[in-house]
């Protein structure tokens, strides 16, 4: 779980760096830096949620577990 977390975040960064970059150069024309650009937060978003999907069936089928301050203390 430890790498499918780590692998998602290179993702993710990777798409913003790659989103960043069609804003600032890519492409000659308005029209295919803006569809590039969205393409690659599209991305981003998709990562996103498939690792919020993760997490959320690593804690239901037990293999994450919350931790933090225990109740009544």
Do not use: D
């Not at 998709?46 to 225990?70: D, E, M, N, Q, R």
């Amino acid at each position: 779980m430890t790498y499918l977390v780590i692998l998602a975040f290179v993702a993710i960064l990777g798409s913003l760096a790659t989103a960043l970059y069609f804003m600032l150069r890519g492409g000659s024309s308005q029209h295919s830096k803006s569809k590039n650009m969205a393409r690659a937060l599209g991305l981003r978003v998709g990562v996103s949620i498939f690792l919020f999907l993760c997490i959320l069936l690593a804690w239901k089928l037990g293999y994450i577990h919350p931790t933090g301050i225990p109740e009544g203390q």
